[in-house]
């Protein structure tokens, strides 16, 4: 049974950071394109950042610049280093496959504000 268990998520600051983690099982995960996604307040879910099975990276929007993906291979584990954050990165963010899986996690809140 596939299971994406994501957290670090936080209230903070502006311009502060946050690393999420998210620990994955019930695959082999190595094989697939890890990324972190997000939804933000009266917004669909986006893409944030990937990573392939190769260790290929994309970043996505505003990510660029700011935010760091990598991952564990041997863990099935995939992180996201957040810095500078700004009020609009509040929302849930959310660990999959790309191509998303119908399956979802419970996501981790992140909150940027002063």
């Known amino acids: 049974q596939v299971q994406l268990v994501e957290s670090g998520g936080g209230l903070v600051q502006p311009g502060g950071s946050l690393r999420l983690s998210c620990s994955a099982s019930g695959r082999d995960f190595r094989l697939y394109t890890m990324a972190w996604y997000r939804q933000t307040p009266g917004n669909q879910r986006e893409l944030v950042a990937g990573?392939?099975?190769?260790?290929?990276?994309k970043y996505y929007g505003s990510a660029q610049g700011r935010f760091t993906i990598s991952r564990d291979f041997a863990e099935n584990s995939v992180y996201l280093q957040m810095t500078g954050l700004k009020p609009e990165d509040t929302g849930v963010y959310f660990c999959?496959?790309?191509?998303?899986?119908?399956?979802w996690g419970q996501g981790t809140e992140v909150t940027v504000s002063s």
């Open positions: 990573m392939t099975s190769d260790g290929d990276i």
């Open positions: 999959n496959l790309r191509p998303a899986m119908a399956y």
